[in-house]
């Protein structure tokens, strides 16, 4: 696939006329002293210098909420799809990854076709880090670039973006760029150096450890200690699951209508730091302690969705459950790391 180079103002125009055509464009915005992604309704809006968004941009292919299917009380009911075409802007190579293992975890067993038909119909436009984020460390996890997922990648080179296109829709829109150059060597070179600088740039958090040895350390660390001391300042509050891009736990409940005809069905994000998350049939949790809560998402992240997805470990290192945890208990390299000294594997 092609490798070009836009100005920023060519960008700028090819943004316009995306959000002037008749498809949602979803795009990374300032909020505050914040970025979030969201409708974009002008191109000047747009910041791919941003350091994190506040939420991932997973809510565009799992919505915090979503309605799965229409019921009528006693009939029939029948699947509601979402198939409108969107294109999402300003995806960071980390938060590409952690779409990727969604991507695989919800094709795989039972295929969702909620999820994949969200998927398949958006575009994404990547772009490598300009501004490392307080707490990121992609560096250690292997995430400071993505190689595939995107439709469109965007590196910064100064006053111009090299656009590497990876897919035929990528090419399409490569077209639609005015003024769009094949890449000369002296930019794609300047690509090169502005990633290899994130590979160690984005690096606010050290792990001790290769990622790809996480799940050997959690098998010996099950009762370690360290769950007990730090789920002691835990306010289950979940907010460690609500941020993160590889979090994808959800609830489904039906909702009837006031004249109790008619309802439906939908699934809304959930998070396993909840107190009553594990709670099923007959009152019973499975994980009423806020310790073996706390533990099970470390563990999910390092140990079990690696088992289901060739050992890729679902912490990308975005570093937004350490910004977003009251307690300063959150931080995933925090507690490898204690694993590492403490455990007579590490
Ligand atoms: S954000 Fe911190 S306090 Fe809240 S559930 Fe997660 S670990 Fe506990
Ligand atoms: S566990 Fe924390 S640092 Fe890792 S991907 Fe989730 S929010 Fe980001």
Request: proline share 4%; charged share 25%; glycine share 6%.
């Amino acid at each position: 696939m092609s490798v070009s180079t836009v100005t920023k103002e060519q960008f700028k125009q090819f943004v316009s006329a995306l959000v002037d055509s008749d498809q949602s464009v979803i795009g990374i915005q300032a909020k505050d002293d914040k970025f979030a992604f969201g409708e974009l309704n002008n191109a000047d809006d747009l910041r791919l210098d941003y350091d994190v968004s506040i939420l991932p941009p997973k809510k565009y292919v799992l919505p915090q909420k979503e309605t799965l299917l229409s019921f009528e009380v006693g009939g029939d009911s029948q699947t509601v799809q979402n198939t409108a075409p969107a294109v999402l802007i300003g995806v960071h190579p980390y938060d590409m990854i952690a779409i990727n293992q969604m991507d695989e975890l919800f094709r795989q067993g039972e295929y969702d076709s909620h999820y994949m038909n969200r998927r398949n119909n958006l575009t994404i436009i990547a772009c490598d880090v300009v501004t490392p984020s307080k707490n990121v460390f992609a560096s250690s996890m292997n995430t400071t670039t993505a190689e595939s997922g995107f439709d469109i990648m965007l590196t910064d080179i100064g006053d111009a973006y090299v656009v590497e296109a990876a897919t035929e829709k990528g090419e399409a829109l490569v077209k639609q760029m005015p003024g769009a150059v094949e890449a000369t060597p002296d930019a794609v070179s300047k690509r090169n150096a502005a990633r290899e600088k994130n590979e160690t740039a984005l690096d606010q958090h050290k792990l001790d450890c290769k990622p790809a040895f996480l799940p050997k350390l959690l098998e010996k660390a099950y009762e370690h200690p360290i769950w007990e001391e730090k789920a002691r300042l835990c306010y289950s509050c979940g907010s460690c699951n609500q941020v993160c891009p590889t979090c994808y736990c959800f609830d489904v409940q039906d909702e009837v209508e006031w004249d109790m005809k008619s309802g439906c069905r939908y699934r809304a994000w959930d998070g396993c730091l909840l107190q009553n998350f594990a709670t099923v049939a007959g009152n019973h949790n499975f994980r009423q302690k806020r310790a073996d809560r706390f533990r099970h998402r470390l563990y999910r992240k390092g140990k079990y969705v690696p088992g289901k997805i060739d050992g890729e470990i679902a912490c990308v290192g975005c570093g937004r459950c350490i910004t977003a945890c009251t307690s300063k208990i959150a931080n995933p390299v925090e507690i490898y790391n204690a694993l590492m000294t403490e455990t007579e594997i590490g």
